[in-house]
């Protein structure tokens, strides 16, 4: 997990592209073009992603399933067995809390799949493991915002999974026993695709309920044209979509 997590700081931005900014500089003298291309490809890197615009028409190519209209939510117990909702990350130690919390994807998550719980009648599974080694999990975490701030009872929580591929791995070993093969699956927009696929491998028959699209008109004034840091971490998180779903296929079968 270590390794992991440094490798996607240095490769993704902005971390890769302070990198071609610093051998622009290091390389100034002995290679001026070389050093010349690096600081365009990193500033204009950088310029590109922190603009909504960009944002916006990245997300096109990548939100490629359409949402769960409210009005099918009622009818998903004919279709489903359960909803199974992923983790998004947590917040160590925040005092306010007096404990770890759910990060904003992980609750935007929650807040979906309790809508689609109360609409449905169907159990909930949390999963997510421990992304920095100490309990509790990311699926506990999940669960207890779901009671407390939702008042939904995750049925099961899936607590070893540390990537995609192992949430819907672990996810499959702990319903096999329920015989449920159907589900609802809760996630982002951008990372429907990668997890559809996932858990479509892992023996699932699945039914995507994406959110937090995007793709959408940015509301910005002037079109979304001016940078903002918002904007930087939302490429970020698209690109690092893009190279899942390039990897994944390669890695896992």
């Not at 007096?98 to 994807?105: E, H, L, V």
């Not at 998550?109 to 997510?128: E, I, M, Q």
Request: proline fraction near 8%.
């Amino acid at each position: 997990m270590l390794i992991r997590y440094i490798f996607k700081q240095l490769l993704l931005p902005p971390g890769g592209l302070l990198l071609l900014m610093l051998a622009a500089w290091w390389m100034r003298r002995r290679f001026p073009r070389l050093a010349r291309a690096c600081f365009v490809l990193g500033f204009g890197g950088l310029w590109l992603m922190s603009l909504p615009i960009m944002v916006e028409w990245s997300a096109a190519l990548i939100e490629r399933e359409a949402p769960l209209l409210e009005a099918q939510w009622p009818g998903l117990a004919q279709r489903a067995d359960a909803i199974v909702v992923l983790g998004g990350g947590r917040e160590p130690g925040d005092p306010a809390w007096g404990s770890d919390q759910p990060a904003f994807a992980a609750v935007e998550r929650l807040r979906y799949a309790a809508r689609l719980a109360k609409a449905s009648n169907l159990p909930v599974l949390t999963s997510g493991g421990l992304p920095y080694g100490k309990p509790p999990s990311e699926a506990a975490l999940m669960a207890d915002s779901l009671a407390r701030d939702f008042g939904v009872i995750a049925r099961w929580q899936e607590e070893q999974s540390h990537t995609t591929w192992e949430n819907a791995r672990d996810s499959a070993e702990l319903l096999a026993g329920q015989g449920i093969r159907r589900i609802v699956l809760v996630t982002q927009a951008s990372h429907m695709p990668r997890a559809r696929w996932c858990f479509e491998q892992a023996g699932f028959e699945v039914i995507v309920a994406p959110f937090g699209y995007l793709s959408v008109p940015n509301g910005r004034p002037g079109g979304g044209w001016l940078p903002e840091g918002k904007a930087l971490w939302q490429s970020t998180q698209l690109l690092n979509e893009v190279l899942g779903q390039l990897v994944y296929p390669l890695v896992y079968r």
